[in-house]
């Protein structure tokens, strides 16, 4: 059974930093893109960083220049830190592993694995 949990998120006020971690198990990231998708009350889920089997991360317009996704396929484990955070990104952020074949990492259909999330608060 493929499990991923999720740890280190919590309450940060505006500018301050935060490093999510994601280990996952019982499923390998070699050959999947694994990706970091968050949602905010009354909005629909976005990826806003994923890497994909290239390597090259990528990032949503609202978060680059701040956040940075790196990840471990040896350890299976992914990690995103959230740099200069902003009231905005307060979301419950979610790892996730892409289903094998095919390219990219941003459509959130393609998405097979997931965890249960952990919460990020930025306050002003």
């Known amino acids: 059974q493929a499990l991923l949990a999720e740890s280190g998120g919590g309450e940060v006020q505006e500018g301050g930093s935060l490093r999510l971690s994601c280990i996952a198990s019982?499923?390998?990231?070699?050959?999947?893109?694994v990706g970091w998708i968050r949602q905010s009350p009354g909005k629909m889920r976005e990826v806003v960083a994923c890497?994909?089997?290239?390597?090259?991360?990528y990032y949503s317009e609202a978060v680059k220049g701040r956040f940075t996704v790196s990840r471990d396929n040896a350890k299976t484990m992914l990690f995103l830190q959230m740099d200069n955070l902003k009231p905005e990104d307060t979301a419950t952020y979610y790892c996730?592993?892409?289903?094998?074949?095919?390219?990219?990492?941003?459509?959130?259909?393609?998405?097979?694995?997931w965890g249960r999330g952990t919460q990020v608060t930025v306050s002003s």
């Open positions: 019982g499923l390998s990231f070699d050959y999947r893109a």
């Open positions: 996730a592993a892409r289903k094998y074949g095919g390219l990219g990492c941003t459509h959130l259909v393609d998405y097979k694995d």
């Open positions: 890497v994909g089997n290239s390597g090259n991360p």
